[in-house]
């Protein structure tokens, strides 16, 4: 197993987001990265890489010229210390929520968090059987043209779009994370190239209230789109009972990569999601998923509370048997 890091990601530090009204502290921490790259380092200490140059021009696989210009126009007016929060009202901005605070480096940090998932794009095609990337900030909630949800540019499907453009594979993403990865399915919502399923909380109440059952992809990419929303408060049983869906799903769409969008925020513990898987959960998920005998790339997403990440991911790497 290879694992693509980068520290830059210490210098994004967004402070507020806007919730329900109120101003609260931002819970896309440094730290919630650190104490999975501390559990990775002790498990696998030479297993560690920094991530590949690759043109800019690449963002274009999935984001439009525009959204690019937007965001690193908006990054030039910003003072350093300073947030902007983009104007979600009128389309005056390119967001879709007041979570997404933009400083004077988040295109240069958002373009670097890109460049850990390409790399390990890159490390599949070069024949490694499980990599993992730590990415932040989080990116499957990113639209083509818009950021939200703490997300700028969607490192997920940007890896899946290089894997499918470079290598003409099929690939599938199984996107984890408690909330629904309303990005990755909107760019992939036409494509049968690329399967999208996902596990998360019940769109009527949780974040960011997309992913119903019956959104399952348009035109060529219909029946390629599945949403297994489960409510809020579902325990370990029910969750892996649809992951288990999830696997046979997979199976019989036989993809040459698997694209995990991992989140640790379906742990009780987690200050965010709703879910309450237990670390036996995070075994059994790894399980789950080494059973499915392609290459995989793990790319990280959300995931609040350090600690139970640590503990989460611990457990994962158990399962997966690595
Ligand atoms: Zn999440």
């Known amino acids: 197993m290879k694992i693509i890091y980068d520290q830059s990601h210490k210098d994004h530090q967004p402070k507020n987001e806007l ?26 200490p030479r297993s560690f890489r920094g991530p590949q140059n690759f043109p800019e021009a690449l963002l274009g696989l999935v984001h439009p010229q525009a959204y690019i210009d937007w965001l690193k126009k908006r990054c030039q007016e910003v003072e350093k210390g300073k947030e902007y929060f983009p104007k979600v009202f009128f389309w005056y901005d390119r967001c879709f929520d007041v ?3 933009i400083m004077y480096n988040t295109y240069e940090i958002a373009w670097k968090a890109a460049r850990v998932a390409l790399t390990g ?22 639209r083509s043209d818009m950021c939200g949800g703490y997300c700028y540019f969607n490192n997920a499907a940007l890896a899946a779009e290089y894997l499918s453009t470079h290598a003409d594979l099929y690939v599938a993403i199984l996107d984890l994370d408690y909330h629904h990865g309303n990005g990755t ?20 109440e949780a974040y960011p209230y997309t992913g119903y059952q019956d959104e399952i992809g348009a035109g060529e990419g219909r029946g390629y789109n599945m949403n297994m929303p489960l409510p809020k408060g579902s325990g370990g049983k029910d969750y892996l009972k649809a992951l288990e869906v999830a696997c046979d799903e997979i199976n019989r769409y036989d993809p040459e990569v698997l694209i ?18 237990k670390e036996s959960d ?13 290459p995989k790339l793990f790319v990280q997403e959300g995931g609040y509370n350090p600690d139970t990440n640590a503990a989460a991911i611990k457990s994962l790497l158990e399962g997966l048997g690595i």
């Open 19 to 44: 919730d329900r009204s109120c101003w609260t502290t931002h819970p896309d921490i440094a730290e919630r990265i650190e104490k999975l790259k501390e559990v990775l380092t002790a498990e696998f």
């Open 99 to 101: 979570g997404t605070p």
């Open 121 to 142: 794009a890159q490390m599949i095609l070069d024949d490694e059987e499980v990599v993992y990337a730590l990415t932040r900030p989080p990116g499957h909630h990113a």
């Open 185 to 204: 399915q909107e760019i992939f919502y036409d494509r049968d190239d690329v399967l999208y399923i996902s596990i998360h909380g019940d769109p009527q």
């Open 260 to 277: 995990i969008s991992m989140g640790f925020d379906t742990h009780a513990e987690d200050p965010i999601g709703g879910f309450c898987l």
């Open 282 to 294: 995070f075994f059994a998920i790894g399980r789950a998923i080494d059973h499915l005998k392609i």
